[in-house]
């Protein structure tokens, strides 16, 4: 019986758009504390399993606008959290971490308790599986060496076999996949590069031409794709352009033509930035557009690190500052902030 | 009626309408969200094939279901969602803290429940992935082939709908790596590839369905990798654009050429015949698809796999055949492939500029592919063609690129 549902689905109605030329900063602000607030659609609640990733999307970008006080108190009155009776997986913790090193809250967390978590999911050929159900993935792979950086623990794992399967995830292309004799993807060669990046073993890629096949994404408009003859995309502005800056090949795409792409692809009138021009926006593409408008020194933004995919003055923090004695919580403020811990150490 | 007028009870009603529909059709095969103004297009499409009594037995306005077709009406999925995901977290619980009391095996109506909810669940949000590992763990510990198979079908079913789906797909990969001691493991593997050629037909160059494909290789027997080659080749010429098709394609290629290694130990160079026939047939079959389909690019980066793997390591790997690998012919059929595809008949063309960057770029990314003293001649070559105004011309964004090119071969 051939497939009857697939024929009769609503077509996506185009937003209209106005003239465009600078980064609505202030619109997008707004823009993703409107979406905090409004959660009680279908479209938000089945997405309830990725609530982690939402707050460290919406709030890495309220960073790099320089507006992370904006969300504080929305934050802080309930807000985003996690999302408790859901398994753990190492999906979120990546995303949890992150937000706590946003607000260098990283003390709340039992960090013995995470990193043993995440060390466990360390396999026997280096890869890392995602949870206890064994999906093996490079993804994971660049979560696991991300995380335990941050946490100071890389020493937890076994690094060097850890970087040994990611090579072995490489093609004849130059990029990598998601396992080996994967396809070459713009996301999984961010993963694999930039947990090469942090594990100082970037001497495995071959950066001419993974390099080549990188720059080949830029399409006639502008924007970057991510694989072979696919349409342009926003979120490929980070997974491309950071690839590109870890392995010093930037200056092989047209920078101006890119910016250009990202800002045509803003809501002037309610804020937010989607995939394509006129597409409806959402949270991650406007990450994804910010972030990359950031790698590409847009005046106004602040720097981001294109390894750990945070803001660098907390990349430096987590590194070079001393930990300073712990500030004075609120407890309303240490009771979210351990909701938000607790999601991946149930 | 607004979504809000559901009461927790009407709500429940609903849950145990799509668990009765879905219990009473397990060949259910396609799962849709449906506008309530389209359900009279359903009426249409699906014609008058069916008895007037099916079709007062279950139409109303939140469900359709008719051919093992069952549509959900959008107006209840939220509290339909809501009442799903609560008896599931609750049954979920209850069960967990039966699991943990002493001399307690689990309990088969908890188990049920658990079974019932987490599918209903899992229409409504293909991606939650406590509700699939419910499954996994119920499943795994019954050990019974037949749930192993039908874990096959929940997970074909949300496809259906969400060919994108992470946690359907994985799902099957679970399946597949637990069975893999069974000798129903062939048989599977023949039906995984059909599945994914029947979704990638409508949900072009899914990176999901074909990474799923990729990951089946490693299963197949030698005899499965040489039908699949032969299989996927005529899909690949209906769809010259989907890179991941050729993709894998060339993961099959490979897998070949690690077996061609493994048995030189037996001197089977009848084996290495074939394997150096299919890959000449590959490169005679990407040259024609090149010529009938102006500026591809997938089939373009096709021909830089097939000619850098052939230079490097067919033509120097493989012994005891008997045929000798003439370089410099092989360059200059390259050579008059480019001259043939690099002139634009008319400017305007796009689809003749694109052939014309593709060839130039190929030529020049296989030329820093080959080792010196080799490089040395087809540079000597190219510098007659004028390759760098060309790709300068055609290709201003990525001139940097060509810059350090140029200077490298100096």
């Known amino acids: ?346 | 009626m607004s979504e809000h007028a559901y009461s927790d009870a009407k709500a429940l009603d609903l849950l145990n309408e799509l668990e009765r529909i879905l219990g009473s059709d397990p060949l259910i095969d396609e799962v849709g969200f449906v506008h309530p103004s389209q359900f009279s297009t359903l009426k249409e499409a699906a014609g008058g094939s069916a008895s007037s009594q099916d079709i007062s037995e279950h139409e109303n306005t939140n469900f359709w279901i008719r051919d093992h077709k069952l549509g959900i009406s959008t107006q209840v999925l939220l509290p339909l969602y809501k009442a799903a995901k609560h008896a599931f977290m609750a049954a979920l619980r209850e069960y967990k803290t039966s699991e943990n009391l002493p001399g307690n095996s689990g309990d088969d109506s908890l188990e049920s429940e658990i079974m019932s909810h987490s599918k209903a669940l899992l229409m409504l949000s293909c991606d939650f992935g406590t509700a699939w590992n419910s499954r996994k763990f119920i499943v795994l510990k019954k050990q019974l082939l037949p749930m192993f198979i039908d874990e096959l079908l929940l997970s074909a079913l949300i496809l259906s709908y969400a060919p994108k789906s992470e946690r359907a797909w994985s799902h099957r990969r679970w399946v597949i790596h637990t069975v893999s001691g069974n000798s129903i493991l062939q048989r599977i593997i023949e039906g995984e590839s059909e599945l994914v050629e029947k979704i990638a037909e409508r949900s072009k160059m899914n990176y999901r369905a074909w990474n799923h494909r990729c990951w089946l290789v490693s299963y197949m027997t030698k005899e499965q990798v040489l039908h699949q080659l032969e299989k996927s080749r005529n899909w690949a010429s209906l769809h010259v654009a989907d890179n991941s098709c050729f993709h894998y394609r060339r993961r099959l290629m490979l897998r070949i050429f690690e077996d061609v290694c493994h048995t030189q130990a037996d001197h089977s160079s009848g084996y290495n015949l074939k394997f150096y026939n299919i890959w000449k047939d590959e490169l005679d079959w990407n040259e024609a698809l090149i010529k009938r389909y102006i500026g591809r690019e997938a089939l373009w980066l096709h021909r830089r796999f097939l000619s850098s793997y052939w230079i490097r390591h067919i033509a120097t790997d493989l012994h005891g055949v008997s045929y000798q690998f003439d370089f410099g012919s092989f360059i200059d059929h390259e050579l008059f492939l480019l001259d043939s595809c690099s002139t634009i008949p008319d400017d305007d063309f796009e689809d003749f500029q694109a052939q014309a960057i593709h060839s130039a770029t190929y030529i020049v990314w296989l030329t820093k592919q080959i080792h010196e003293p080799q490089r040395i001649d087809i540079q000597e070559k190219l510098r007659a063609r004028d390759l760098n105004r060309l790709l300068n011309k055609t290709c201003p964004e990525r001139s940097s690129l060509w810059d350090c090119l140029e200077a490298s071969q100096v």
């Open chain 1, 1 to 346: 019986m051939p497939l009857l549902f697939y024929h009769i689905r609503p077509e996506a109605i185009p937003k209209t758009r106005y003239l465009m030329g600078e980064l609505a900063a202030d619109k997008h602000v707004k823009y993703i504390i409107s979406i905090e607030k409004k959660k009680d659609n279908f479209e938000s609640v089945v997405m309830e399993h990725l609530r982690m990733n939402g707050a460290y999307w919406g709030l890495t970008t309220l960073d790099l606008l320089g507006k992370l006080d904006a969300m504080m108190e929305v934050l802080f009155v309930g807000g985003f959290a996690g999302n408790i009776g859901h398994d753990p997986h190492i999906l979120y913790t990546l995303s949890a971490v992150q937000v706590l090193a946003l607000f260098d809250k990283l003390d709340v967390l039992d960090i013995d308790k995470v990193s043993n978590y995440i060390s466990g999911l360390q396999n026997e050929d280096g890869s890392f599986s995602g949870d206890i159900w064994g999906e093996v993935d490079t993804r994971f792979s660049y979560i696991a060496v991300c995380c335990l950086s941050i946490l100071h623990r890389l020493d937890k794992v076994d690094v060097d076999n850890a970087v040994n399967y990611i090579v072995s995830c490489k093609n004849l292309d130059g990029g990598f996949g998601c396992t080996p004799g994967g396809e070459s993807h713009a996301g999984q060669i961010f993963c694999c590069v930039g947990a090469l990046a942090i594990t100082g073993a970037l001497h495995h890629v071959d950066k001419d031409l993974l390099g080549w096949w990188l720059c080949e994404r830029q399409v006639k408009s502008g924007g970057l794709n991510g694989r072979p003859e696919k349409l342009p995309d926003v979120c490929y502005s980070w997974w491309v352009l950071s690839s590109l800056i870890m392995i010093d090949r930037v200056h092989w795409i047209s920078k101006e033509k890119l910016v250009k792409y990202i800002l045509g692809c803003q809501d002037l009138e309610n804020g937010g930035i989607s995939d394509r021009p006129d597409d409806a926006v959402d949270i991650f593409h406007t990450y994804f557009g910010v972030a990359g408008l950031s790698l590409l020194e847009y005046p106004g933004l602040k720097a981001i690190d294109p390894a750990y995919a945070l803001p660098d003055d907390v990349v430096k923090r987590i590194f070079f500052a001393h930990r300073h004695c712990r500030s004075d919580l609120s407890l309303a403020r240490r009771r979210l902030l351990l909701k938000l811990a607790v999601v991946f150490c149930n």
